[in-house]
């Protein structure tokens, strides 16, 4: 890790001092560093806008990876945001950018023009749902904290169900939701046998889909949930109302 990031780290826990403005996420020095800043964007209408900001040891030699997000903006604004910041980031030298890269944001116009029906229904209809699997959970406290963090930074609704297997359940845009799985393998969630710091290198994707009416908005905020058997492993599914999900990925669990 640079000392050139810890030191940007150190100034923007300064500038950005306010309530909830700033967070250190994630820190080693295997992976870096990921932060958070709640900041504005769209010059007068100053409209909230969630960033986070995964800063890989080698920065500032390479730009930092971005996650936008935002209840005051569509899906569609939030991911249009996201590429114009990492052009804008692979435009500037190699040197410390996070600070830049939020002011040049906050006079950036949101052109999007208001949703109508047909739009909010479009937006809808690109809405995924994902099944991951996972290869164990030593540091519960840890993971699920992490996991839970993610979703709601990324605007994802999801599920832990905990038991022979483990499993989670995402519901939202499939852009986050790609953004999460690369979060998995890329930020040390649990420890190993050993009890050393590890990814979830293990995760498969067990079934992804857009979201249809058999398949339908049971998921709010990111619940965990303990199970000891099948029957109630679906249980959980049909409470959710997932079950034709369940019936999908049902052979691959008893592999």
Known sequence: MSDAALEEVSVLSSIYCGEGEFQLIQQSAQDGLTVQVNSTVGGERRLDVRLLFHLQPSYPSCPPAISVSSTALSRT??????????????????????????????????????????????????????????????????????????????????????????????????????????????????????????????MKVLIESPLSSSCGHGLQGFVVKNYESFPELAAAFQEINMTELYQQILPSLRD
């Open 77 to 202: 604004q939030c991911r249009n945001i996201r590429q114009t910041l990492l052009d804008q980031a692979a435009a500037l030298p190699p040197e410390p950018m996070v600070h830049q890269l939020v002011e040049w944001l906050q006079c950036v116009e949101v052109t999007e023009k208001c949703r109508g029906g047909e739009e909010e229904a479009k937006e809808r209809e690109e809405e995924w749902t994902a099944v991951l699997s996972l290869d164990h959970i030593r540091s519960r406290s840890r993971y699920v904290g992490l996991l839970e963090r993610w979703s709601r930074t990324l605007q994802l609704t999801g599920c832990l169900l905990l038991g022979q297997s483990i499993l989670v359940v995402l519901q939202g845009a499939r852009p986050n939701i790609k953004e999460f799985c690369r979060l998995l393998k890329t930020v040390k969630v649990d420890v190993d046998s050993s009890g050393k710091k590890c990814k979830e290198r293990m």
